[in-house]
Protein backbone atom coordinates (compact mmCIF):
# COMPACT_ATOMS: atom_id res chain seq x y z
CA UNK A 1 0.00 0.00 0.00
CA UNK A 2 2.72 2.18 0.93
CA UNK A 3 4.37 1.76 -2.68
CA UNK A 4 1.45 2.67 -3.91
CA UNK A 5 0.51 5.77 -1.99
CA UNK A 6 3.64 6.97 -2.90
CA UNK A 7 3.70 6.49 -6.49
CA UNK A 8 0.34 8.07 -6.84
CA UNK A 9 1.42 11.41 -4.91
CA UNK A 10 4.70 10.91 -7.29
CA UNK A 11 2.08 11.07 -10.10
CA UNK A 12 0.36 14.34 -8.48
CA UNK A 13 3.79 16.29 -7.77
CA UNK A 14 6.01 14.75 -10.61
CA UNK A 15 3.30 15.89 -13.26
CA UNK A 16 2.28 19.09 -13.93
CA UNK A 17 -1.27 17.67 -12.75
CA UNK A 18 -0.87 18.65 -9.06
CA UNK A 19 0.65 21.87 -9.38
CA UNK A 20 -2.34 23.02 -12.02
CA UNK A 21 -4.45 21.75 -8.81
CA UNK A 22 -2.46 24.26 -6.27
CA UNK A 23 -2.11 26.68 -8.46
CA UNK A 24 -5.97 27.14 -10.17
CA UNK A 25 -6.92 26.78 -6.27
CA UNK A 26 -4.22 29.72 -4.88
CA UNK A 27 -4.57 32.16 -8.26
CA UNK A 28 -8.84 31.92 -7.99
CA UNK A 29 -8.97 32.25 -4.05
CA UNK A 30 -6.89 34.96 -4.17
CA UNK A 31 -8.56 36.85 -6.75
CA UNK A 32 -11.95 37.02 -5.39
CA UNK A 33 -10.00 37.56 -1.79
CA UNK A 34 -7.95 40.24 -2.82
CA UNK A 35 -8.54 41.62 -5.87
CA UNK A 36 -12.39 41.51 -6.94
CA UNK A 37 -14.79 44.14 -5.38
CA UNK A 38 -17.27 42.12 -4.37
CA UNK A 39 -18.22 40.31 -0.96
CA UNK A 40 -15.66 37.98 -1.37
CA UNK A 41 -12.77 40.42 -0.95
CA UNK A 42 -11.24 40.31 2.32
CA UNK A 43 -10.89 44.41 2.20
CA UNK A 44 -14.48 45.02 1.33
CA UNK A 45 -15.74 43.37 4.69
CA UNK A 46 -16.62 45.41 8.02
CA UNK A 47 -14.81 42.89 10.05
CA UNK A 48 -11.66 41.64 9.63
CA UNK A 49 -12.39 37.44 9.47
CA UNK A 50 -11.62 34.50 7.00
CA UNK A 51 -15.52 34.40 6.36
CA UNK A 52 -15.48 34.78 3.11
CA UNK A 53 -12.27 32.31 1.89
CA UNK A 54 -14.55 29.60 3.86
CA UNK A 55 -17.83 30.17 2.09
CA UNK A 56 -16.13 30.41 -1.43
CA UNK A 57 -13.48 27.82 -0.94
CA UNK A 58 -15.86 25.04 -0.82
CA UNK A 59 -17.25 25.81 -4.52
CA UNK A 60 -13.75 25.88 -5.84
CA UNK A 61 -12.93 22.58 -4.41
CA UNK A 62 -16.10 20.75 -5.56
CA UNK A 63 -15.00 22.04 -8.88
CA UNK A 64 -11.09 21.22 -8.76
CA UNK A 65 -11.37 17.87 -6.38
CA UNK A 66 -13.49 15.98 -9.07
CA UNK A 67 -10.48 17.01 -11.97
CA UNK A 68 -7.99 15.46 -9.76
CA UNK A 69 -10.03 12.08 -8.80
CA UNK A 70 -11.63 11.34 -12.66
CA UNK A 71 -8.54 10.12 -13.65
CA UNK A 72 -7.41 7.94 -10.47
CA UNK A 73 -9.10 4.62 -11.31
CA UNK A 74 -10.81 5.49 -14.50
CA UNK A 75 -7.60 5.94 -16.27
CA UNK A 76 -6.36 2.54 -14.64
CA UNK A 77 -9.78 0.64 -16.33
CA UNK A 78 -9.36 2.13 -19.74
CA UNK A 79 -5.35 1.26 -20.31
CA UNK A 80 -6.15 -1.99 -18.57
CA UNK A 81 -3.25 -1.75 -15.67
CA UNK A 82 -6.38 -2.10 -13.21
CA UNK A 83 -5.70 -5.95 -13.72
CA UNK A 84 -1.60 -5.56 -12.89
CA UNK A 85 -3.04 -3.82 -9.54
CA UNK A 86 -4.78 -6.99 -9.02
CA UNK A 87 -1.96 -9.03 -9.49
CA UNK A 88 -0.11 -7.22 -6.64
CA UNK A 89 0.00 -8.07 -3.11
CA UNK A 90 -2.09 -5.82 -2.21
CA UNK A 91 -5.66 -5.93 -1.25
CA UNK A 92 -8.89 -4.34 -3.13
CA UNK A 93 -9.09 -1.74 0.21
CA UNK A 94 -5.45 -0.84 0.22
CA UNK A 95 -5.78 0.36 -3.52
CA UNK A 96 -8.72 2.28 -2.43
CA UNK A 97 -6.96 4.03 0.84
CA UNK A 98 -3.89 4.62 -1.41
CA UNK A 99 -5.08 6.54 -3.96
CA UNK A 100 -7.38 8.23 -1.83
CA UNK A 101 -5.02 9.03 0.56
CA UNK A 102 -2.67 10.38 -2.25
CA UNK A 103 -5.72 13.13 -2.85
CA UNK A 104 -5.90 13.88 1.18
CA UNK A 105 -1.96 14.90 0.77
CA UNK A 106 -2.31 17.15 -2.25
CA UNK A 107 -5.72 18.86 -0.76
CA UNK A 108 -3.73 18.98 2.84
CA UNK A 109 -0.68 20.85 0.59
CA UNK A 110 -3.02 23.14 -1.12
CA UNK A 111 -4.43 24.17 1.80
CA UNK A 112 -1.06 25.46 3.54
CA UNK A 113 -0.27 28.31 1.55
CA UNK A 114 -3.71 30.08 2.51
CA UNK A 115 -2.47 30.61 5.82
CA UNK A 116 -0.63 33.53 4.61
CA UNK A 117 -4.43 34.75 4.45
CA UNK A 118 -4.76 34.34 8.21
CA UNK A 119 -1.07 35.93 8.78
CA UNK A 120 -2.42 38.96 6.41
CA UNK A 121 -5.69 39.45 8.32
CA UNK A 122 -4.20 39.46 11.62
CA UNK A 123 -1.69 41.94 10.63
CA UNK A 124 -4.45 44.34 9.33
CA UNK A 125 -6.30 43.81 11.87
CA UNK A 126 -4.61 44.70 14.72
CA UNK A 127 -6.77 46.87 17.21
CA UNK A 128 -4.47 47.86 19.75
CA UNK A 129 -1.55 47.20 22.38
CA UNK A 130 -2.51 45.86 26.46
CA UNK A 131 -0.73 47.13 29.18
CA UNK A 132 1.54 44.49 29.06
CA UNK A 133 2.60 45.90 25.20
CA UNK A 134 0.99 42.99 23.64
CA UNK A 135 -0.69 43.67 20.17
CA UNK A 136 -4.42 42.70 20.39
CA UNK A 137 -6.19 41.28 17.10
CA UNK A 138 -9.65 41.35 16.19
CA UNK A 139 -9.99 38.35 14.27
CA UNK A 140 -11.55 35.08 15.87
CA UNK A 141 -8.47 32.81 16.24
CA UNK A 142 -10.48 29.90 17.45
CA UNK A 143 -13.20 29.92 14.77
CA UNK A 144 -10.56 30.13 11.99
CA UNK A 145 -8.52 26.81 13.07
CA UNK A 146 -12.20 24.54 13.29
CA UNK A 147 -12.98 26.51 9.70
CA UNK A 148 -9.75 25.28 8.78
CA UNK A 149 -10.26 21.52 9.63
CA UNK A 150 -14.13 21.80 8.64
CA UNK A 151 -12.81 22.49 4.80
CA UNK A 152 -10.42 20.00 5.06
CA UNK A 153 -12.83 17.46 6.48
CA UNK A 154 -15.29 18.57 3.32
CA UNK A 155 -12.76 18.64 0.98
CA UNK A 156 -11.63 14.84 2.42
CA UNK A 157 -15.35 13.96 1.73
CA UNK A 158 -15.18 15.57 -1.95
CA UNK A 159 -12.76 13.17 -2.55
CA UNK A 160 -14.49 10.27 -1.49
CA UNK A 161 -17.33 10.71 -3.71
CA UNK A 162 -14.34 11.52 -6.04
CA UNK A 163 -13.24 8.02 -5.60
CA UNK A 164 -16.62 6.74 -6.03
CA UNK A 165 -17.32 8.29 -9.59
CA UNK A 166 -13.76 6.94 -11.05
CA UNK A 167 -14.60 3.81 -9.87
CA UNK A 168 -17.84 3.15 -11.79
CA UNK A 169 -16.62 4.80 -15.14
CA UNK A 170 -13.53 4.55 -17.89
CA UNK A 171 -14.27 7.62 -19.11
CA UNK A 172 -12.75 10.30 -17.32
CA UNK A 173 -15.01 13.01 -18.45
CA UNK A 174 -18.06 10.81 -17.41
CA UNK A 175 -16.79 10.39 -13.83
CA UNK A 176 -15.79 13.92 -13.49
CA UNK A 177 -19.12 15.27 -13.90
CA UNK A 178 -20.16 12.51 -12.19
CA UNK A 179 -18.25 13.45 -9.49
CA UNK A 180 -18.77 17.49 -9.55
CA UNK A 181 -22.66 17.18 -9.65
CA UNK A 182 -22.76 14.35 -6.48
CA UNK A 183 -20.18 16.73 -4.38
CA UNK A 184 -23.03 20.05 -5.41
CA UNK A 185 -25.72 17.82 -4.53
CA UNK A 186 -24.41 17.18 -1.04
CA UNK A 187 -22.92 20.77 -0.45
CA UNK A 188 -26.15 22.61 -1.90
CA UNK A 189 -28.34 20.77 -3.62
CA UNK A 190 -29.85 18.88 -0.38
CA UNK A 191 -29.53 22.57 1.15
CA UNK A 192 -31.86 23.80 -1.26
CA UNK A 193 -34.19 21.21 -1.40
CA UNK A 194 -34.73 21.48 2.48
CA UNK A 195 -35.54 25.24 2.22
CA UNK A 196 -38.53 23.92 -0.33
CA UNK A 197 -40.75 22.62 2.60
CA UNK A 198 -41.32 19.75 0.80
CA UNK A 199 -42.01 17.66 3.49
CA UNK A 200 -42.85 20.34 6.00
CA UNK A 201 -41.42 19.86 9.42
CA UNK A 202 -39.04 16.60 8.48
CA UNK A 203 -37.43 19.23 5.74
CA UNK A 204 -34.84 19.54 8.41
CA UNK A 205 -33.62 15.77 7.57
CA UNK A 206 -32.72 16.99 3.88
CA UNK A 207 -30.45 19.46 5.69
CA UNK A 208 -29.04 17.07 8.02
CA UNK A 209 -27.64 14.90 5.63
CA UNK A 210 -26.03 17.44 3.72
CA UNK A 211 -22.80 18.66 4.17
CA UNK A 212 -23.32 22.48 4.62
CA UNK A 213 -24.80 22.38 8.03
CA UNK A 214 -21.93 20.10 9.08
CA UNK A 215 -19.34 22.34 7.89
CA UNK A 216 -20.81 25.75 9.18
CA UNK A 217 -21.39 24.22 12.94
CA UNK A 218 -17.93 23.28 12.84
CA UNK A 219 -16.86 26.85 11.50
CA UNK A 220 -18.76 28.43 14.46
CA UNK A 221 -15.57 27.80 16.80
CA UNK A 222 -17.09 24.52 18.43
CA UNK A 223 -16.07 20.84 17.08
CA UNK A 224 -19.14 18.71 17.72
CA UNK A 225 -18.55 14.68 18.28
CA UNK A 226 -21.84 14.43 15.97
CA UNK A 227 -20.03 16.53 12.83
CA UNK A 228 -16.90 14.58 13.18
CA UNK A 229 -18.93 11.30 12.97
CA UNK A 230 -20.70 12.41 10.19
CA UNK A 231 -17.89 13.71 7.94
CA UNK A 232 -16.17 9.93 8.79
CA UNK A 233 -19.46 8.26 7.99
CA UNK A 234 -19.82 9.97 4.95
CA UNK A 235 -16.15 9.50 3.73
CA UNK A 236 -16.72 5.82 4.59
CA UNK A 237 -20.22 5.44 2.52
CA UNK A 238 -18.32 6.43 -0.26
CA UNK A 239 -15.24 4.53 0.01
CA UNK A 240 -17.02 1.50 1.22
CA UNK A 241 -19.34 1.97 -2.36
CA UNK A 242 -15.75 2.38 -3.91
CA UNK A 243 -14.51 -0.83 -2.82
CA UNK A 244 -17.40 -2.85 -3.63
CA UNK A 245 -17.09 -1.45 -7.13
CA UNK A 246 -13.72 -2.62 -7.56
CA UNK A 247 -14.39 -6.02 -6.30
CA UNK A 248 -17.30 -6.10 -8.61
CA UNK A 249 -14.69 -5.62 -11.60
CA UNK A 250 -12.74 -8.88 -10.63
CA UNK A 251 -15.83 -10.74 -11.43
Same mark, same amino acid.
Given at each position: ??? !????????? !??????????????????????? +????????????? #???????????? !??????????????????????????????? #?????????LAGVTL??????????????????????????????????????????????? !??? +???????????????????????????????????????????? #???FIFKYV????????????LIDTSD????????????????????????
Amino acid at each position: MKA !LYFKEVRSF !LGSIIGYIFIIIFLITSGIFHWV +VAENTNFLMGEEV #DMIPFFNLSPVI !LFILIPAITMRMIAEERKNGTIELLFTRPIT #DLQIILAKYLAGVTLLFISLLPTLIYYYSLVNLGVEAVDDDGIAKTVIDEGATFTSYLGLFL !LGC +VFLAIGMFSTAVTSNQIVAFILAMFLCWFFYDGLELIGSFSIIG #DMDFIFKYVGLTSHYVSIRKGLIDTSDLVYFIGMIAIFLTASLAVIKSLKR
